[in-house]
């Protein structure tokens, strides 16, 4: 069935009661051979086979009638990340910055389907992806309203592996796993990055603890800025989290055993619950649907509730890959009912000044490490 855009934008909102809603969904279709070549061989001789780009749509069976799914935006193969970013983030970074709104961003799908190229980038320096263009903007922002506001940037990085929250900015490895108390994670490395580059460094663990000390807040507090900000200027303090979802595949399907099928396990239970837990939102009247039982729907669950979402569901177009490509679809129909309301972290706001804090969230394992 093909899959479009929504041209009319307040079909993309049905269910919603006319209102707009603060989730927004994407699709994304990655290319179906990626970089895999084929050849004939011929006598003596090998010529390569050009390969047809496929139409951007996918098939189901055809003893199945089709099925017309209806997105806020849909990306071709030959989409990229930077168009995504531009037409489907950046609006939320901004919030984040400007009006102290919480973001959220997440990539959904199965392995392989481009998750982690959407949020992390690929491997080439320009290939960026959502993280670098949203630490590029954010940078970009504050550089060009340095006259009017003054900007705390931090970070964190964490991870969910089974079920334990790890964090990634912490000194040593051996660091218990992080506990969940209310909606915040206590005790969550949160490091102040003054630039692009020492955020990237930050999140690479390439960072050397001094340099880290040199932009932390007390010495900027100390000094007497320039453009009249006090210690009873009011902080608007906003969130970004930035999320690469573990596949969203079942663990049966890949022939995982032991850890790797309790890893996959533990993953699909999380997911499903991110699933029902849209569902929650969707209704008029709060449903219970067990969403404190894992950490990944603890933690977003404040955020989905509050804030402005992006949600970029990635599909393999392989016909190999229909089913869970279905899965992704149906999943993204049932995050697009959700109406919320975004709202700002502080009412009164004296100043400009804004603090950020940038998360960044993984859950990965060994299971979707193709
Ligand atoms: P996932 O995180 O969903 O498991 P990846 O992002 O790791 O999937 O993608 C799997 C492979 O396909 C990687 O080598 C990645 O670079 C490549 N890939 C995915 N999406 C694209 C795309 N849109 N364009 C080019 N290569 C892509
Ligand atoms: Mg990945």
Redesign the pocket.
């Known amino acids: 069935s093909a899959i479009r855009p929504s041209t009319n934008k307040k079909r993309a909102t049905d269910g919603n009661d006319g209102k707009e809603s603060n989730i927004k969904l994407s699709v994304?279709i990655?290319?179906i051979n990626?970089g895999a070549r084929s050849f004939v061989a011929s006598g003596n001789s090998i010529t390569e086979v050009q390969q047809q780009q496929p139409e951007p749509t996918f098939a189901t069976p055809r003893r199945k009638a089709a099925s017309e799914y209806i997105y806020d935006s849909v990306y071709g193969?030959k989409?990229t990340t930077h168009e995504i970013y531009n037409e489907f983030v950046s609006n939320i970074v901004s919030s984040v910055v400007n009006d102290g709104v919480n973001g959220t961003v997440f990539?959904y799908?199965?392995?392989?389907?481009?998750?982690?190229?959407?949020m992390q980038g690929?491997?080439d320096d320009g290939d960026n992806g959502v993280i670098q263009l949203a630490a590029n903007q954010i940078f970009d922002t504050i550089k060009q309203d340095a006259a009017a506001a003054e900007y705390k940037v931090k970070v964190s990085y964490l991870e969910i592996y089974i079920e334990d929250i790890v964090d990634l900015l912490a000194d040593s490895n051996s660091a218990a796993p992080l506990e969940i108390r209310g909606e915040t994670i206590n005790n969550l490395v949160e490091r102040e990055v003054a630039s692009y580059e020492d955020l990237m460094l930050t999140i690479e663990k390439k960072v050397v603890e001094t340099a880290v000390g040199n932009t932390c807040g007390d010495d900027k507090e100390n000094s007497t800025p320039s453009n009249g900000f006090n210690a009873s200027s009011l902080y608007l303090t906003s969130v970004l989290s930035l999320v690469?979802l573990a596949?969203s595949e079942s663990a049966k399907l890949t022939g995982a055993q032991g850890q790797q099928l309790k890893e996959g396990g533990a993953i699909n239970k999380s997911l499903t619950a991110l699933g029902l837990l849209f569902v929650g939102l969707s209704q008029k009247e709060p449903i219970n649907t067990g969403y404190r039982n894992y950490k990944l729907t603890r933690i977003l669950k404040p955020l989905l509730q509050d804030g402005k979402v992006a949600i970029i569901c990635?599909i393999n177009p392989s016909l190999a890959y229909c089913k869970t490509t279905e899965y992704t679809l149906k999943f993204a129909e049932r995050a697009k009912r959700v109406k919320t309301t975004a709202v700002r972290n502080m009412e009164t706001v004296h100043s400009k000044a804004t603090t950020l804090s940038l998360r960044l969230e993984l859950e990965e394992s060994k299971v979707?490490n193709?």
């Open positions: 994304r990655r290319p990626n193969e989409s990539s799908g199965q392995t392989g389907s481009g998750k982690t190229h959407t690929g491997d690469d596949g990635c979707e193709d």
